[in-house]
């Protein structure tokens, strides 16, 4: 773990110090801190479906939801959406830098794994192309909005990162097998199961490989959807993140 530290401070210099006295925020021009000792979960169930709940303290929520205040997009009521593509606002970059240096210091040791694809939070060709991400969503979801099941359009490059803000909510995921076998009416007895996801304020999920491909996503946040160990959770205003990498030539 020393080892990897002193390498981390060569990539991303000193923010990477467990002993800064400040924490960065999004709106300064310093590099972010983050916690050394993230708490990655993988999703057992879905191959390349990474899952860290404390991606960002409480501090670093409310200055990353600042800055997005700051660029006037959803001044009006009526914009609940804004897209980038190319370069991307300085947090932008900042927050896809900081889900680089999560991922390595994610519990798994990256010079062992390198050449195993699915023992890294994100494989190695992925995590070092750049720029890591140049296509940013944001998109504000009011109390019962939510997104219908889908796979992200094949214009963009494996490796998605969503961070979620203010709200938590429950993701599920299908097969993309199991809806093709609805849609052509053979329903299996009994049906796959959609796999729940629980996503906190300051979250971040990776989908890549088969997570990011062969299953959908999707957040219905109608009365009786949004159920957590036994509890409808009480929905409020959220606002996720969406980083993707478009393909060469888009």
Request: charged share 25%; with cysteine; glycine share 6%.
């Amino acid at each position: 773990m020393n080892d990897q530290k002193t390498f981390l401070k060569q990539v991303f210099g000193e923010s990477s110090d467990s002993d800064a006295e400040e924490e960065s925020t999004y709106e300064d021009g310093s590099s972010l801190n983050v916690d050394q000792n993230p708490a990655w979960q993988r999703i057992q169930e879905i191959k390349g479906l990474c899952f860290c709940r404390d991606f960002l303290s409480s501090q670093q929520q409310a200055s990353l939801l600042s800055a997005i205040h700051s660029e006037g997009w959803f001044t009006d009521a009526s914009h609940n959406q804004a897209m980038r593509f190319g370069d991307l606002p300085t947090w932008a970059t900042k927050l896809s830098s900081s889900v680089r240096e999560m991922v390595l210091l994610g519990d798994h040791d990256l010079a062992t794994n390198e050449g195993d694809k699915e023992a890294c939070l994100l494989p190695s060709d992925l995590l070092w192309r750049e720029p890591l991400f140049d296509q940013l969503i944001v998109n504000v979801y009011q109390p019962g909005e939510g997104i219908c099941s889908h796979v992200d359009l094949m214009r963009f490059e494996d490796g998605i990162a969503i961070v979620s803000l203010e709200s938590s909510c429950v993701m599920h995921f299908t097969s993309v097998e199991e809806d093709c076998a609805i849609e052509k009416g053979k329903i299996r007895d009994p049906p796959a199961a959609k796999i729940p996801v629980y996503l906190t304020p300051g979250s971040l999920v990776l989908m890549s490989g088969e997570a990011r491909y062969l299953w959908k996503h999707e957040i219905n946040r109608k009365p009786g959807f949004q159920m957590w160990e036994g509890k409808e959770l009480n929905q409020e205003r959220r606002i996720s993140i969406t980083l993707r990498k478009l393909c060469n030539g888009e």
